[in-house]
């Protein structure tokens, strides 16, 4: 995988921190996205560049507006010559539980264009070129259930949006299969917190009777299924919504303790 470049959206903090540490330790060159967290995108591209001898640089754009897209993908092809993976990690979700009809216009508009749009106008501007070179990997994050496209009380934006992306990133792989490009998705179980940037092996040591595999979630559980995804040989993988829970039933979760 040496000298392929990856765009990780929302990728200084969380998971796509603990992703961009992983694709960089596979020779994986990133294009490290971030929209306020800046002393952290720039502490993290050093350190992987330090460590692993990769090229990494930061990029400062709102995925949620197509001209920041354009901007962000114009800024990374100053660098490299290709984006040949995108991992569209961020995605606003608001914390409140609020009914739907609570939702004001915009905040509605912002939770779909960050989760939903951003794919759609990120993959409009890279997809052309990865045609061209017949090899791309677009990978998606949803939560656990997304493509059965359940209800969510008080998180109606967010699942809607998440719903309508799984039905995307499907649609994606039957369209770009003949042109060697891949779409997968990644669902995340209840990986919270400092958790979300942790190693397996962190959490070897600390119990949850919550999860069935009797440890909680780590941000390196995603990142390894992303890198996998990524790699050269998972070309026969497209299409596929893959839930990362550790066994645990999220949204009944949720609903038990309504």
């Avoid at 990644?186 to 990986?191: E, L």
Wanted: hydrophobic residues 40%; glycine residues 10%; neutral net charge.
């Amino acid at each position: 995988m040496k000298n392929k470049t990856a765009l990780i959206t929302g990728g200084a903090v969380g998971i796509g921190r603990r992703t961009a540490q992983q694709l960089a330790a596979e020779g994986i060159n990133v294009i490290i996205n971030y929209r306020n967290s800046k002393n952290e995108a720039l502490e993290l591209a050093a350190y992987l560049t330090e460590r692993y001898s990769t090229r990494n640089i930061c990029i400062q754009g709102d995925i949620t507006e197509y001209e920041a897209c354009r901007k962000i993908v114009a800024d990374a092809l100053k660098d490299f010559s290709a984006i040949d993976i995108v991992v569209h990690n961020a995605g606003p979700y608001v914390s409140e539980r609020k009914k739907m009809g609570e939702y004001g216009i915009d905040e509605w508009n912002y939770i779909i264009n960050g989760n939903l749009n951003a794919v759609f106008y990120l993959s409009t501007l890279i997809i052309p070129s990865m045609r061209e070179r017949k090899w791309g990997r677009i990978i998606t994050v949803g939560f656990d259930r997304v493509e059965s496209a359940p209800g969510w009380i008080y998180r109606s934006a967010f699942a809607a949006a998440k719903s309508g992306l799984a039905s995307l990133t499907k649609t994606i792989a039957l369209e770009e299969a003949e042109n060697g490009i891949t779409a997968n998705m990644v669902c995340p179980g209840d990986i919270i917190g400092d958790w979300k940037e942790k190693t397996i092996e962190a959490s070897l040591y600390t119990a949850d009777p919550t999860v069935p595999v009797g440890r909680p979630g780590t941000g390196q559980d995603v990142s390894r299924v992303i890198s996998f995804l990524a790699n050269e040989q998972s070309s026969f993988i497209t299409g596929s919504i893959i839930p990362i829970t550790g066994g645990k039933d999220v949204l009944g979760k949720i609903f038990r303790e309504k």
